[in-house]
């Protein structure tokens, strides 16, 4: 229940699935936590939920990540709550469209897909970076996915978007290690959220299943745990890595 003691957290994409697990275990383990989302109704409920189970120790934020006007104001309503900023999860982000060769996505399509998956996390990091070096220390978990390890059929924008996340990830951090400031990514195999559900069919989560070594997709609070490791103290000399939690996927 003290993993994160005293520590301040901003999630983005909180309003449910993996992004609503990681605020409920950060709050759980004694962080206050600015839990964002474009939905605002659904991410309100989420955290009256929250201080239903554990306090009052998470607030709401509505946040366009792709807004750096907004990015300020989540700035903003972190100082002015919580009076610091140890801990960044870049988790919103979208699916969209999975099939189809290279030519049958518009631009439209491809900037959409780029500007929330990545150009977000950009933000957030540009946005939070000064807060954490004011401090000397702090924690940025950029979740991607196995899709910014390996190519694939389809999809060729939203592996492209998580792709960028891997490296922009070890860039910021061998620039922010000086400061005290570590930066990680996670990489998510299939994950059973309202997010995946709602675009990907049964029968493809069941071959999914069928080529993960554990034999099924996971559950958020299987991503949450990780991510909560990288936020941490417990891991304090790790900067730059790419953390892989897809049953094996990747491994055979």
Do not use: C
């Amino acid at each position: 229940m003290s993993r994160l003691a005293g520590k301040v957290a901003i999630i983005t994409g909180a309003a449910g699935g993996q992004g609503a697990a990681e605020a409920r275990l950060f709050v759980k383990e004694g962080a206050k936590v600015i839990a964002t989302d474009l939905q605002l109704e659904l991410l309100q409920k989420t955290v009256a939920d929250i201080h239903e189970e554990y306090g009052e120790h998470a607030i709401a934020v509505q946040h366009n990540v792709t807004s750096e006007a907004d990015w300020k104001l989540v700035i903003e309503q972190a100082i002015s709550h919580f009076g610091k900023i140890d801990i960044l999860v870049n988790n919103a982000g979208i699916l969209g469209k999975l099939s189809g060769d290279v030519e049958e996505y518009t631009l439209d399509e491809w900037n959409n897909m780029i500007n929330v998956n990545a150009t977000s996390q950009f933000l957030g990091m540009k946005a939070v970076i000064g807060e954490m070096k004011k401090n000397k220390s702090g924690s940025i978990i950029n979740i991607s996915s196995i899709a910014g390890l390996v190519g694939r059929q389809g999809g060729v924008h939203y592996q492209a978007s998580k792709g960028a996340i891997r490296i922009l990830t070890k860039s910021v951090a061998a620039d922010a290690a000086a400061h005290g400031v570590r930066v990680n990514s996670v990489h998510p195999g299939t994950v059973a959220s309202p997010m995946s559900n709602a675009i990907l069919a049964a029968d493809t989560q069941n071959l999914s299943a069928a080529r993960i070594p554990l034999g099924r997709v996971a559950v958020p609070e299987e991503i949450a745990y990780p991510v909560l490791f990288l936020a941490s103290d417990e891991s304090s000399y790790i900067t730059g890595a790419e953390i892989v939690v897809d049953g094996g996927e990747t491994s055979v």
